[in-house]
């Protein structure tokens, strides 16, 4: 067995603290040994019934048999391309998935969870896509990103689970009050328009308001939850554990909805990152020199990768950069 696959197996054969849960995330979805960790992937999927005990596999078989059979978001991308990351998905979204099936038994309705279908919007890299909900509420989600919700709402609430970055536009429902989840955070409003940005590899999480009012609360950490107003923005950073709420200009902060580029002091690591989604690139950052600098800047949305880069080697001074097929090496 390879060293790839002894530390998926292992993880996922033990019970680890959040920050591990979050590094470990972080090196799955990283571009290297990619095919290996799919493999893996594979292996621990299909292996996973097989393993199940008698207090997990009820749920199990419902979180299967509903993301199975739940219709999928259309795909221009490869079937290959889509299959592998729909595993990638699976896996961290389960423990998210894991809690409506708890919710629903702790309940005593072991009936509700068979007849909802959960529908799962896997966007790819260099892809945006406007879904509409259930309740005509109207989603635009960023390249990179995986949102799954039920076919149809039922109950007293409206639960969506993010992965990724996310625009709504939630119609208002005073008797079904609406819920997003991410791995940091879970955002609760009645009908307003609001960005999520929460990536599972990513350094932060964030909600920005435009117009209505919502409620943030984190999972991590002793926190109060954040109320937000119009143009105020929370940002929870997984790294130190700080909280910070400020009033930022919201159409920067959505200016991707458009296909366009805005950076406000991102570090390297972020604009890599933003490159990977938004051009379907792999980035290899091959120096640490670039570290501290930060940067702004606006592009509109015919601006190109050639263009981005030739701005970021006018801006940082030493930047050289070189493309290879579908890698771009930063050095």
């Known amino acids: 067995m390879s060293k790839v696959s002894k530390i998926i197996q292992e993880y996922f054969r033990g019970v680890y603290p959040e920050h591990v849960r979050r590094n470990f ?10 095919k290996e960790k799919d493999e893996s992937l594979l292996e621990v999927w299909n292996s996973l019934e097989a393993n199940a005990d008698a207090s997990t596999e009820k749920s199990f078989l419902n979180l299967q048999s509903r993301i199975v059979s739940g219709a999928k978001c259309p795909s221009k991308k490869s079937d290959s391309f889509v299959g592998k990351l729909c595993k990638v998905a699976v896996v ?13 038994y702790m309940k005593g309705d072991a009936a509700v969870p068979e007849e909802i279908r959960l529908i799962e919007c896997i966007v790819p890299n260099g892809e945006i896509r406007n879904i509409v909900l259930p309740d005509s509420s109207r989603v635009t989600l960023n390249a ?3 949102l799954v919700y039920p076919q149809r709402f039922v109950g007293n609430t409206r639960i969506v689970y993010l992965n990724g970055e996310a625009f709504f536009n939630i119609v208002r429902n005073e008797d079904q009050p609406f819920s997003v989840n991410t791995v940091d955070m879970e955002i609760a409003v ?7 940005s929460s990536y599972i590899d990513g350094g932060n999480s964030s909600a920005t308001l435009e117009s209505g009012r919502i409620n943030v609360s984190f999972k991590n950490g002793d926190y109060p939850d954040v109320a937000l107003s119009p143009s105020e923005r929370v ?10 709420k400020r009033i930022v200009k919201v159409e920067n902060i959505i200016a991707w909805t458009k296909g366009n580029v805005v950076l406000q002091g991102a570090a390297i690591e972020e604009i890599a990152k ?18 501290n600098e930060r940067i702004t800047l606006k592009l509109d949305d015919e601006a190109g ?27």
């Open 190 to 196: 009645l009908g307003t328009v609001f960005n999520i």
């Open 274 to 291: 933003i490159i990977e989604r938004r051009y379907g690139m792999n980035v290899l950052l091959n120096s640490n020199k670039y570290q």
């Open 235 to 244: 940002v929870y950073d997984r790294v130190s554990g700080f909280v910070e």
């Open 92 to 104: 961290l979204l389960l423990p998210l998935l894991s809690a409506t099936a708890t919710w629903f």
């Open 144 to 146: 990179g990103s995986i």
């Open 305 to 331: 990768l050639d263009e981005l880069m030739n701005v970021l080697h006018h801006l940082i001074p030493g930047l050289h950069y070189k493309t290879d097929n579908n890698k771009l090496y930063i050095y």
């Open 25 to 34: 995330a972080s090196w799955l979805m990283a571009s290297k040994d990619f």
